[in-house]
Nanobody, 123 residues
Framework: QVQLVESGGGLVQAGGSLRLSCAASGMIVGINTMRWYRQAPGKQREVVASIMSDGIRNYADSVKGRFTISRDNAKNTVDLQMNSLKPEDTAVYYC?????????????????WGQGTQVTVSS
């Protein structure tokens, strides 16, 4: 099992910044892609940013140029630096990780979620 614990959410005014952190613990060997998702009230959960174990990053169009995802493989953490925040960024933000194992020549992948952290951007 992998446990993911987010921190860093809160209330901020539009134009401000927040930094979210996610710490992974447990069976962390084999974790490759880590992601941040968000879910606003009444909307589907959407991926915000992802980072692979080799550092390749991807961002949703809505956050490109404003958000930066980073990870520290030694500390098993992934962060999301959010700048120029907008009211439409208000959501619960979730950390997500894929863990891959090769057992008997078979590739097994399992996905894990954190409990979420609230980000509220006031106008």
């Amino acid at each position: 099992q992998v446990q993911l614990v987010e921190s860093g959410g809160g209330l901020v005014q539009a134009g401000g910044s927040l930094r979210l952190s996610c710490a992974a613990s447990g069976m962390i060997v084999g974790i490759n892609t880590m992601r941040w998702y968000r879910q606003a009230p009444g909307k589907q959960r959407e991926v915000v940013a992802s980072i692979m174990s080799d550092g390749i990053r991807n961002y949703a169009d809505s956050v490109k140029g404003r958000f930066t995802i980073s990870r520290d493989n030694a500390k098993n953490t992934v962060d999301l630096q959010m700048n120029s925040l907008k009211p439409e960024d208000t959501a619960v933000y979730y950390c997500n990780a894929d863990r891959v194992q090769i057992i008997g020549g078979i590739r097994l992948s399992r996905n894990y979620w954190g409990q979420g952290t609230q980000v509220t951007v006031s106008s």
